[in-house]
């Protein structure tokens, strides 16, 4: 089992202490796309380990979301925190009608069709004049989220300059 007990409160306030702290610390940009990539897993591990469903469409609504949130930041003037929200809408919709159409089936069938839906995606927004194409979305403005974390922060690594 686990040394520490999860359900400690001493554990969880350490945990929100620190995540707390996290973005002043760690590169911002690093962090939310740690906590992306994390609520990605974490979707992945609900479908599949509660729900017993294979699923490779996850990608459809991360990919979908993304340039959502990037062509409202450039074109509307939106900021970070409403493109977010926006985004998610958009993708809960997507969500709705995918899910409408895979949950009739079981196994590999349903594995399947959250593939065949997700390459529908993929290429829906490959050829969408919106997105670039295969250039992908340029000059998507860097705000700062909450007022707090500047998008657009750059760093220097042993001599090299990365944002």
Not at 134 to 162: K, M
Request: hydrophobic share 55%; net charge neutral; glycine share 14%.
């Amino acid at each position: 089992m686990f040394p520490l007990d999860i359900r400690h409160p001493a554990l969880w306030a350490v945990l929100v202490v620190a995540g707390l702290i996290a973005p002043f610390a760690v590169y911002p940009i690093f962090m939310m796309e740690l906590l992306c990539f994390g609520l990605f897993a974490a979707a992945f591990n609900l479908l599949l380990g509660f729900g017993g469903l294979l699923s490779f469409g996850h990608a459809a609504f991360f990919g979908s979301g993304a340039y959502i949130c990037g062509y409202l930041l450039k074109e509307w003037g939106l900021s970070p925190e409403l493109g977010i929200l926006a985004a998610t809408a958009c993708c809960a919709l997507l969500g709705l009608l995918i899910g409408a159409v895979a949950i009739r089936r079981q196994g590999i069938y349903f594995a399947m069709v959250t593939l065949a839906l997700a390459q529908i995606v993929f290429f829906l927004c490959v050829q969408a004049p919106q997105t670039g194409g295969e250039d992908g979305l340029q000059g998507i403005p860097q705000g700062r989220v909450f007022g707090l974390f500047d998008l657009a922060h750059t760093v220097s690594v042993g001599g090299r300059t990365c944002r």
